[in-house]
């Protein structure tokens, strides 16, 4: 249904917001409460129920270029979220495994394929929940499909390296159906997007590994990727090692992207120079979330993947 939330149902989660947990050193958000919230097209709605301007600890808020902590309600980052021998795992264990590249960056699927852009791919969008990848005597078929193929990995491929750590921010919804792995390369970017309200659930983790880029949070008007008026725009910073969190507010008011700005501006954070995004610039980013039922189905007559484009 449009309420899903984690393959459960609005009436199934239990309207109580719990404490704050902690695990380790780790402090960790509550998990959200839900309901339908009908400006958004009937999407599942995290809100706070005291209406809090913002509930992020200030040790737990991101930084902007200035070096200043950026308090967005549901905005939460952990600089040091995984060690450096973790670090190190991770990225192996991720190059251990085949890339595809259907958009202009390298990705990997772990669990669900599902990708959303604003036209119709079957590859990226199928109408199955599996993507399997047989041989077409369709031209159109063939060439949507000339690079690597659309097909997922196991989850538990990667899971020893992110389920302890990350399963807590997800709650009673249990560990999320999808982890898409991105390469940015050079001076690569992804526009400016909301996480589409009905393909993806309220809680969206992204880990960075390698190198540090700034990503932008704009707040606009009107709840659209194609609004160009703002109420409110920041720059974070995301490192390698961090973990970002982005529910509440941050997830259905913010949209997030990545210029493709040349100079990553590190003096303000006390660094000794500044970074270039030129050949040798290289950033992995790990998106963890739950992919719903009501996400975009495209059958293969629906295909739209010569069309122009924009990736989100």
């Not at 839900?34 to 600890?57: W, Y």
């Not at 409110?232 to 997030?256: F, G």
């Amino acid at each position: 249904t449009a309420g899903e939330m984690c393959g459960k149902s609005i009436e199934e989660n239990d309207d109580k917001v719990p404490e704050t947990f902690t695990s380790g050193s780790i402090v960790y958000p509550p998990p959200p409460n839900i309901f339908v919230d009908d400006a958004i097209s009937l999407s599942p709605r995290v809100i706070h129920p005291s209406h809090r301007p913002c509930s992020t600890p200030t040790h737990l808020c991101p930084r902007n270029e200035s070096n200043e902590p950026v308090r967005i309600d549901g905005l939460w980052y952990y600089r040091n979220f995984f060690s450096e021998q973790e670090h190190t795992d991770l990225l192996a264990e991720i190059y251990s495994h085949p890339w595809q590249k259907v958009i202009a960056r390298r990705q990997q699927f772990y669990g669900e394929v599902y990708y959303h852009t604003t036209h119709k791919h079957k590859g990226l969008q199928p109408h199955a929940t599996t993507t399997t990848t047989t041989p077409s005597n369709n031209q159109k078929e063939e060439e949507c499909n000339k690079n690597d193929k659309n097909t997922s990995l196991e989850l538990k491929d990667i899971l020893p390296f992110l389920h302890s750590k990350c399963q807590p921010f997800f709650g009673e919804c249990g560990f999320p159906s999808q982890i898409l792995i991105n390469e940015y390369r050079e001076r690569l970017g992804i526009a400016s997007h909301f996480e589409n309200f009905e393909a993806f659930g309220p809680i969206i983790l992204t880990i960075s590994l390698v190198s540090p880029i700034f990503m932008t949070l704009k707040k606009p008007t009107e709840r659209t990727n194609a609004c160009a008026m703002y109420q409110d725009i920041q720059k974070i910073l995301l490192e390698p090692r961090s973990l970002l969190v982005m529910q509440d507010d941050a997830r259905y008011d913010y949209r997030h992207g990545i210029s493709k700005y040349r100079w990553i501006r590190l003096s303000a954070f006390d660094k000794n120079e500044d970074i270039c995004r030129d050949d040798d610039y290289q950033r992995v980013s790990v998106t963890l979330r739950h992919v719903l039922s009501t996400r975009r189905k495209v059958e293969v007559t629906q295909d739209e993947c010569n069309e122009p484009k924009t990736e989100y």
